[in-house]
């Protein structure tokens, strides 16, 4: 004969304890967990949980070191929903304070199993997209700047992000809205003012914003904006002299570097192009970024015929390589070409070779062109 481990009571022969103690024991146990890790993710009358769960304790035979157990258990329960769910309220973290505090949760044991470490990793990880996140949103809505900083600041503060991190944060909070635009369609003024003022106000340098492309993107962007707009696009800074002779009235607007220039002896055919599958916008052709998937088609009629400076005016394309040297008049092509990569224009000259610049910027070359010479 044994007596049960629970009740202290006679079990009968060969048993440690009476079924129903021990099933009442285990449903004391989840219960007591629930209710703790409830408790540590929102605001919870602490004193009554205590005093509730004490009462379990009895009821269920659990003991004063399970029990502490149990709560320390609970808590670990609410640190794992908050990091399963991708969340962290400013609720949750302070019932989770709460919740410690009260029960007096030792450090040492809470370590035991990481659970504060993966806390404060979630913390800062979350801190960090919410940066992100809030940077993007006043870079594509605009907003209180100040505000912004100040609220950034606080969240650098709160889940100990270091200064540089919260640069990288900015800067790609920044990009972001720049990828955002260009997948809904061309830059509007307005949201080339917002990332502006954004750039101004958090000092960012141009070359941190291009270390992906995203500022020359920008960029671009606002050309065609303006060219689709009428107006000349005045947007570009040359360093040096160019070495393109311009025409008393003509204006530089873009220039690519490192254009491979090909020649075709044959009329090139241009498979799977994109033509209709941009959207128009006012008086111009716009094709959205990726709408380029036409390659040209390989054949030994094509032949490498030099590599240089590509430069783009209101009136002429101009190329300048090592042994080529010439410009095109918008209103002698009469076909342009887009293909994955870059343009193909055809002079309406019987004699005229199709000749192909490949600049690696199939979008803007294209757009850029073919609407300046509507202009
Ligand atoms: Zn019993």
Not at 48 to 67: D, G, H, S, V, W
Request: charged share 25%; glycine share 8%; aromatic share 8%.
């Amino acid at each position: 004969m044994a007596n049960c481990t629970y009740c202290g009571q006679t079990a009968g022969i060969l048993k440690k304890a009476h079924k129903e103690c021990k099933q009442q024991h285990e449903q004391g146990k989840s219960e007591i967990l629930v209710l703790v890790s409830d408790a540590g993710l929102k605001d919870t009358d602490l004193q009554q949980l205590q005093t509730q769960i004490e009462q379990i304790a009895t009821a269920c035979y659990i003991n004063k070191n399970l029990l502490s157990d149990l709560i320390t258990s609970g808590w670990e329960k609410a640190v794992e929903f908050v990091i399963a769910a991708n969340q962290f309220t400013v609720e949750e973290e302070r019932a989770l304070d709460k919740l410690k505090h009260h029960f007096s949760l030792s450090e040492e044991k809470l370590n035991k199993n990481g659970i504060p470490a993966k806390l404060s990793a979630h913390k800062q990880n979350h801190g960090k997209s919410k940066i992100s996140s809030l940077v993007s949103e006043a870079g594509s809505k605009g907003g209180d700047l100040q505000q912004l900083e100040d609220q950034i600041k606080q969240i650098q503060t709160e889940c100990l992000i270091d200064e540089g991190t919260l640069r990288e944060l900015v800067v790609s909070g920044w990009e972001k809205v720049v990828v955002d635009i260009f997948n809904d369609g061309i830059v509007t003024a307005q949201e080339e003012n917002v990332l502006n003022e954004l750039k101004q106000h958090f000092a960012l340098a141009e070359e941190k914003l291009d270390r992906n492309g995203a500022y020359t993107q920008l960029v671009k962007g606002c050309v065609l904006r303006d060219i689709l707009n009428r107006n000349l696009p005045e947007r570009i800074k040359i360093d040096g002299i160019l070495p393109f002779n311009l025409q008393k009235t003509e204006k530089l607007v873009w220039v690519f570097q490192n254009v491979d220039y090909y020649e075709e002896k044959t009329r090139t055919q241009y498979v799977g192009g994109s033509q209709g599958v941009g959207i128009r916008i006012a008086k111009g052709v716009y094709y959205r970024v990726g709408a380029f998937k036409g390659e040209r088609q390989q054949t030994s009629e094509i032949a490498h015929a030099d590599r240089g400076l590509m430069g783009v005016t209101n009136k002429h394309l101009y190329f300048v390589g090592a042994t080529k040297r010439f410009r095109i008049a918008y209103n002698k092509i009469v076909a342009f070409e887009p293909f994955e990569g870059g343009i193909g224009v055809q002079r309406d000259a019987a004699t005229a070779k199709p000749q192909s610049f490949v600049t690696n910027d199939d979008w803007f070359t294209y757009n850029l062109i073919v609407n300046l010479a509507q202009m």
